[in-house]
Structures are given as structure tokens and as C-alpha cells.
């Protein structure tokens, strides 16, 4: 399915430069922060077999990486685990937005307009619109998206390392077969979500 055009999804009269696409990865995972980038393209880009995030091979998304980091203006934030076990998923993930814009305004770049993934409310610094499905829609989410997933993989690899025996460098957090026998086996480290059911759960159950 081809990418909308910008100029049809945003207000009348906003420069198209001056949009930033917004997106999050690390939502759904059981350890680890969620990571999110918020992007502009303060120039036109040329970006062929551009996909959401998803899917793309881990090769692509580091090749389309590397081009956006050069090209592209852009911001990334995070929530930490900490932070998703007090606020709770929706209003961390609004906090890593937060950071993230605030990251790309220190690099000079203010948006117009951000138009962001998913549907929920949000408190962002300019007007917005969500989009469900907006990185599969919207070019420029899209890029966020892939500069998120490759940001977070590549943090999930490295506490992967500091922590050997939970195989997060594989599944990235997400509760595979593999993490939840680690989890029974060696019981919750610093980085799990204890606000998460299965988490607070076994937890209970004294089982880790």
C-alpha cells in the first residue's frame, strides 16, 4: 500500500518540513524501556522499498538506519523501566515522546505539526494527530519507527550482555518461550517490568 501524502492528512498551510512523524518501539516487551523517535525531513529524502519497521529484514532497517541518520533531523527519547512501572504504558510512552521532541528542538528543529502512531491521548508541545496504523500509512512515521526499532534493539543487545542469562539480545524482552523459562529459572532482574501481569504475577506466586 503506497504512503499517504502529507499535504492530504495535515492542516492547510503547514510546511511540510516542518511536520515530524512520532513513533515508539518497546511497548509491549516485559523488560526493557520503550524508545521513541520523533523525526523531520527538513529535505527531500529519497527512501525506495520503504516498509513500517516490522517489516523490514534487521538488515534493511539498519541500511535505511544509516541513511536517516545523516538525511533526516531527529530526536530520540525513552522511558525507563522505572518510569513504566509508576506512570503506567500509556503516560511513560507519552513522557519518551516528550523527550524525544524535546531532544530534536535542542538540535534546532521545532515542528509545525507532528502527526504520531496509534490512537491514544496524548500532551505533546504542538498540535498533533494520531493515526492508527500510521507506520504503515505515513512515510515519516514510518522512518521513526525503523530509527526506534533499531535504537532499542541495539540497547536490548547490550543489556542482553550485561545480563547473559535472559537472552535478551534474541527476543528483545518480549515474553518468548525462551524469556519466561529464564524468568522461572533465574527469577526477575533490575530491567523487568513489575508492573507487567505476567512479571507481577509470577512474582506473587513466589516462583521467581
Known amino acids: ?115 504520531v502512531d496509534g490512537r491514544d491521548r496524548l500532551s505533546l508541545p504542538q498540535p498533533w494527530k494520531t493515526f492508527i496504523k500510521g507506520d504503515e500509512k505515513i512515510r515519516i512515521i514510518a522512518c521513526a519507527s525503523i530509527m526506534a526499532k533499531v535504537v532499542r534493539d541495539r540497547i536490548m543487545e547490550d543489556l542482553g550482555e550485561k545480563y547473559p542469562d535472559y537472552g535478551f539480545g534474541s527476543h528483545k524482552g518480549y515474553g518468548t518461550k525462551e524469556h519466561q523459562e529464564a524468568l522461572k529459572k533465574y527469577g526477575a532482574c533490575e530491567i523487568h517490568r513489575r508492573s507487567f501481569a505476567p512479571i507481577h ?8
Do not use: H
Not at 504475577?201 to 521467581?208: C, V
Open 1 to 115: 500500500m503506497p504512503f499517504l501524502p502529507l499535504r492530504k492528512i495535515i492542516p492547510e498551510g503547514t510546511d511540510e518540513r516542518l511536520v515530524c512523524g512520532l513513533d515508539e518501539v518497546g511497548r509491549g516487551p516485559w523488560a526493557g524501556p520503550i524508545v521513541a523517535c520523533a523525526m523531520m525531513f527538513p529535505t527531500e529524502l529519497r527512501l525506495d522499498k520503504l516498509k513500517d519497521s516490522k517489516q523490514l529484514t534487521e538488515e534493511k532497517r539498519n541500511e535505511f538506519y544509516k541513511l536517516l541518520d545523516q538525511k533526516a533531523a531527529y530526536g530520540i527519547g525513552m522511558a525507563e523501566v522505572e518510569e513504566i512501572d509508576k506512570l503506567g504504558l500509556i503516560k511513560a510512552n507519552n513522557l519518551a515522546f516528550q523527550r524525544a521532541l524535546q531532544q530534536l528542538e535542542e538540535r534546532g528543529y521545532v515542528p509545525q505539526f507532528i502527526v
Open 201 to 208: 504475577d509470577l512474582l506473587q506466586m513466589s516462583i521467581i
